[in-house]
């Protein structure tokens, strides 16, 4: 509960291809045997400090990794780990899996999880030499420089630009080069001498001078929500598309890395300068009371920003409002206020001085007022970071300072988060959902009644969920549900045996039971990968046998779960280093083993599931496996 704020960052994608260069051109390579045992990597200091004069700004990606057995002695959460699948030829795609049941045996698809103490194939590119230059404590720079291993770099050289397409197809053509391949002994030791000789000139487009721009432009001539704006969104969107798929020539991974990873570092400094809750892609949402603010002259760093929701001292920083006036100022007199006002049934701002007098601004003059401030902290907080700081043009042509905007999308005075992606805001008891895989129209609620499954056409699970965690103590159980789905190709590949004798084939409309499970792995920040493996297995192992996991050691007398306990509790272990729930725990003394149990809907969900199966191969409902048994639908 708050003067909470929910922040974006202003056409995130298409300010980020803006101050793009797209490089024509051939990229040099660094790279190894990919099974090899042997390759003798650079460290990350050993390759700046051999090709740092050659790297352009916004045109060099890295993947890095720690060296192995290493552990991270300073905590990071800015470089998400990949952990690529068993062959990245057959990864399957997210609509592939969407509504299958057996959703935990997919495989091959890889993750991808930001992890503390422990980096694995991420991605280096401008924007994070920067945090690592500017933001990084003296420890976690020295650190990460010294053991994170350079595996493989692409990069468009300094020294090969060129100041034209003339120039560049001259230089193509007049190419004397060659590749040569050779085995050579040297020490009594046989090797292949591979020397590559491709012409590596390259001309840089801006792609906002390009087209990008004039997009924008166009799309602003229509109200926002009407088709010809969705349009332009989605030519702006799509053009980032192209950039990255392997599909088309124009794709550059080097392109595309680079601005996912300048908005990437930016939602960073937004989730920390702001004391954000839940970032999402490219905003968050903060109390306007909360936002950080270093003590003493002090520097935030990326060190002490690590887990900053479990500090309980502070002692280099400390939360105060967001303000127009100095920072020192306002942490002396520590009493200016920011409150809402209802303006024709609209939340406005006012904001409280240090005699009690308030200024009182517009529903609009709000939003604006919280953009630009916004803006001004993070560059107080963060120097000399190009996001922040580099002097850039707006579409318009006007000049600002950094290579972002912000654009608040609504105040609220309720909040409730769960996962790493469900939320619900909320002004007045007027509520804003948004829960993946959850549809926002009413689905069938079944529940056992006499024996009997009872369907109710008026079930919002989601919002249901979402609007219990007001009071997260006592969280009452979720009821299955039925909801119309599209038979996928990998779905019903995936369970042939189930769908080959129905009716149904791929692209029918199909109904499918489901049970919204309230405890999500997805929040935590793990210290390692064998941590979060240890945790994932577990956690899968208990929903299969039980159909929930944790939620059954932390409900309540009444049959209603615990959420908060539950979440605090998990938390705690993960961050005390527990691989698992039982890490720290004695079975015997605390009969843990007592809890183990179904989940209290399990019985009413396998009922469901299996009418649903009787119908789709044909039978009659009155001739399955509850004998007389029918649905009955309830108004």
């Known amino acids: 509960n708050g003067a909470l704020c929910d922040i974006d960052i202003s056409g995130c994608y298409g300010e980020g291809l803006r101050a793009q260069l797209y490089p024509l051109g051939t990229p040099m390579v660094i790279d190894y045997p990919i099974k090899s045992d042997i390759n003798d990597y650079q460290t990350l200091r050993q390759f700046f400090k051999r090709y740092r004069n050659e790297l352009v700004p916004g045109l060099y990606t890295l993947r890095v990794s720690i060296k192995p057995g290493y552990i991270l002695k300073h905590k990071q959460d800015i470089f998400p780990s990949w952990f690529p699948p068993n062959d990245i ?28 103490n422990e980096i694995n194939y991420a ?10 230059d500017n933001v990084a404590s003296v420890h976690q720079r020295k650190e990460l420089y010294d053991n994170l291993i350079v595996e493989t770099a692409i990069f468009y050289m300094a020294s090969e630009r060129v100041s034209s397409i003339d120039e560049l197809v001259e230089k193509r053509k007049n190419h004397k080069g060659k590749n040569t ?12 001498i591979a020397i590559e000789q491709e012409c590596y000139a390259w001309y840089g487009v801006n792609l906002g001078e390009l087209i990008v721009d004039k997009l924008l432009l166009d799309r602003r001539k229509h109200p926002k929500k009407t088709p010809l704006n969705t349009l332009y969104k989605l030519c702006i969107n799509t053009l980032y598309g192209d950039m990255v798929s392997p599909f088309f020539k124009v794709g550059n991974v080097v392109v595309g890395n680079n601005i996912t990873a300048r908005a990437r570092v930016l939602a960073w400094c937004m989730e920390k300068g702001f004391n954000g809750h839940q970032t999402i892609t490219d905003g968050c949402v903060f109390d306007l009371n909360k936002i950080l603010y270093p003590r003493y002259d002090r520097k935030i760093n990326g060190e002490m920003t690590v887990g900053l929701y479990a500090d309980t001292k502070q002692y280099n920083y400390t939360y105060a409002p967001l303000s127009e006036i100095n920072i020192n100022q306002l942490l002396e007199l520590n009493t200016q206020k920011i409150e809402f006002r209802n303006v024709d049934g609209k939340p406005a701002i006012k904001i409280i001085d240090v005699s009690g007098n308030g200024t009182f601004l517009s529903p609009e003059e709000s939003l604006k007022w919280v953009d630009k401030y916004a803006m001004k902290h993070l560059q107080n907080l963060f120097p000399n970071l190009d996001i922040l700081h ?14 972002f905007e912000f654009e608040s999308k609504g105040f609220f005075d309720t909040a409730t988060f769960h996962g790493s992606a469900n939320y619900s805001l909320a002004y007045q008891g007027e509520i804003k959902i948004a829960m993946r895989s959850y549809s926002k129209k009413k689905q069938l609620k079944a529940e056992l009644i006499d024996d009997k499954v009872v369907l109710q056409d008026d079930y919002l699970p989601a919002e249901e969920f979402l609007k ?5 103590s006592s969280v009452p159980r979720s009821k299955p549900y039925i909801k119309n789905a599209i038979l996928k190709c990998g779905d019903y590949r995936r369970n042939y045996e189930k769908w080959h004798n129905t009716n149904a084939y ?34 899968e192992r208990f929903l299969r046998k039980y159909g929930q996991s944790y939620e059954m050691f932390f409900m309540n007398n009444d049959g209603t779960l615990d959420f908060e306990n539950m979440i605090t509790t998990i938390d705690a272990l993960i961050r005390d280093g527990a691989n698992n729930f039982f890490k720290f725990c004695d079975k015997r003394v605390k009969h843990i083993y007592r809890n183990y149990k179904l989940h209290s809907q399990s019985d009413c969900l396998a ?9 789709y191969n044909g039978f009659d409902i009155a001739d399955n496996l509850y004998g007389d048994e029918d649905f009955t639908i309830r108004e």
């Open 506 to 539: 791929p692209g029918c409309s199909v109904e499918i039971a489901g049970l919204l499970h309230e405890f999500s792995l997805s929040q935590f920040t793990f210290k390692t990968y064998k941590q979060y493996m240890g945790w994932k297995t577990e956690h």
């Open 607 to 615: 009922r469901v599931k299996a009418l649903l199966t009787a119908r």
């Open 181 to 192: 391949t050779e085995s050579r002994k040297y020490r009594r030791k046989n090797s292949k």
């Open 468 to 472: 219990s965690l007001y009071n997260p």
């Open 89 to 116: 030829s057959k990864m399957p795609t997210d609509t592939e899996f969407e509504n299958t049941e057996q959703w935990w045996t997919v495989d091959n698809v890889g993750e991808i999880k930001i992890l503390t």
């Open 390 to 403: 580099q002097e850039s043009t707006d579409v318009d042509g006007n000049k600002r300072i950094g290579l």
């Open 123 to 132: 991605i280096i590119t401008h924007d994070s030499i920067q945090w690592l």
